[in-house]
């Protein structure tokens, strides 16, 4: 359990130090976190409207930060470039993104396209229950993802790896509300980026 937590706590230590960087990257991950938490809720009484807020509302807003404002040039923080961060990314680098949130968009327009999917399920009736739908599909594209990527870990680094970045990334809303509560703050006073003081003295 020491060695887990130790392991975790890196994996945590590391996603923050290189990838979180832009003020505004942290406030839109501040959002997505307190939605994540609701969504967490949802859970037990809505599974469907639960992945809707999550997909439509967290991961839009966080996904949106890592691709908009989190700066892509050299890491003076980290002595380290773009590219080697993405190498060594442990969960999903911007490329996995890339699919995953294809699989998010295509999950509407195949329930679009073909309302039963093909015999699998009954067709929406309305408006609402086609949304429904859309969010029982992205529950499984959440699900699916995170287990994909876990057992993928599996054979890439080690068991632990895997359960530790599952735990992380089940976590990260717990989390980053406590990193990133100060952000709007920061922003709100013309801080684009965060100094990285505490990083620095790493080195």
């Known amino acids: 359990m020491k060695d887990f937590l130790s392991a975790l706590k890196t994996q945590r230590w590391d996603d923050h130090r290189y990838y979180h960087h832009s003020r505004i990257n942290q406030t839109l991950h501040l959002i997505s976190a307190l939605s994540f938490l609701v969504a967490y809720g949802l859970l037990f009484s809505d599974p469907a409207g639960a992945a809707l807020l999550a997909w439509g509302v967290s991961m839009v807003s966080r996904q949106s930060g890592h691709f908009f404002f989190e700066p892509r040039g050299y890491d003076e923080v980290n002595q380290a470039t773009h590219e080697h961060k993405e190498e060594i990314k442990v969960g999903y680098n911007l490329r996995r ?73 089940l976590t990260d809303p717990f989390h980053d509300v406590y990193l990133y509560h100060k952000a709007p703050l920061y922003l709100l006073r013309g801080e684009l980026l965060d100094p990285m003081a505490h990083a620095r003295k790493q080195h």
């Open 97 to 169: 993104k890339v699919v995953l949130m294809a699989l998010w968009v295509a999950a509407p327009v195949a329930l679009w396209l073909s309302p039963s999917l093909g015999g699998l399920i009954a067709p929406a009736e309305s408006f609402s229950a086609f949304w429904h739908q859309v969010g029982w599909a992205w529950l499984v594209v959440g699900v699916g993802g995170l287990l994909f990527r876990t057992v993928h870990l599996f054979f890439l680094k080690d068991v632990q790896t895997g359960l530790v970045w599952m735990t992380k990334i």
